[in-house]
């Protein structure tokens, strides 16, 4: 089960105070960790961090122009898919200002990560992200948690039948190996939203240059393999490089809210403040510097959702004050094991499937 650190009893009076005298619980924790210089950007990290992503990703390039056509050119699809997690993230860190308080050149590097390098609509991402952010973990609310291939609570599997059902029985087991469907999805719907009229894409400036930013990665990418390497070689490169970048980010995001508290299931849930409403329904994964690379810093999702803004290496140094805020107030604060989360994650994705099997949810 997860893991609710507790305070040491010295700091509980300053919020208990807090509480008492009725005001917000989430503004001593946000003076603090102002106080502490934790908002503040880092762009020489996020700077250093770009240009040896770039610089793998060209070397991937290099390697492929070297090998040529030849299957022995397939496991370059391995690195490729961590460098484009990294991209991934970077395309996030922007979309939430965390590099730098530019709103423009958040945009350009968001739409050069997200567009360009991986073939995801900026805009469409940050409409449904931001929906996220602002009611994690609420059915109706929150599109992370719709019911769609994936259902995560047990009222959503009512009347799931045919594949719908069968993918909802055994949606546990079945979870990473839809994760390899993730990197393609990303692109379709991303596509899609584009060219919906009633999509998020309100601005027709915006909407021309996101079109040809990902016009130009679906041509570029294809023009790169289908001359480096053989079309049946390109095609399973490009399958390889997808699937292992979905599972990737499904590795990345899936642990986070699962199994997590839904504000929709209390009568007050809509009610909750800010550090509540964020704290409740996310998890904490516990780990080194490896596990911070190797999930983005979203292994600090307690404190990325309180701290949208806050730069991702400063994640884990607000940390210490975050769990002591929760504990001096009674607030359950989730950290759990790599290992273990997916565990907590896996498992409520097979209790909720339980009806459809047949059997009693525990």
Known sequence: MSQATVLPPAAAPAAASVRARGGSE???????????????HRPGWYARGIVVNLLGIAAVAAGLALIGPSWWALPLAVPLALFSARAAFVGHDAGHAQITPNRKASRILQLVHANLLLGMSREWWNDKHNRHHAHPNHLDKDPDVA???????????????????FLTRHQAWLFFPLTTLEGI????YGVQALLAKDGPHRDGRERIVEGALLLAHFAGHAALLLTLLTPAQALVFALVHQM???????????????????????????????????????????????????????????????????????????????????????????ETGFVDSYRQALGHLREVGAPLRGEDAE
């Open 147 to 165: 019911a769609d291939i994936l259902v995560f609570a047990e009222h959503q599997t009512a009347g799931r039948t045919g594949l719908r059902g």
């Open 244 to 334: 292992l970048l979905g599972v990737h980010l499904g590795m990345a995001f899936a642990p986070n809210h699962k199994g997590m508290d839904r504000p929709d299931e209390h009568a007050d849930g809509d009610s909750w403040g800010h550090l509540r409403r964020q704290v409740l329904t996310s998890r904490n994964i516990r780990g080194g510097a490896l596990t911070d690379w190797f999930l983005g810093g979203l292994n600090y999702q307690v404190e990325h959702h309180l701290f949208p803004s806050m730069p991702r290496p400063n994640l884990r140094l607000a940390q210490p004050a975050v769990r002591a805020h929760c504990a001096a107030l009674g607030v359950p604060y989730t």
């Open 26 to 40: 989430f503004t001593p924790l946000l003076r603090t960790v102002r106080e502490q210089g934790l908002l503040e």
């Open 185 to 188: 999805a990303l692109k379709v």
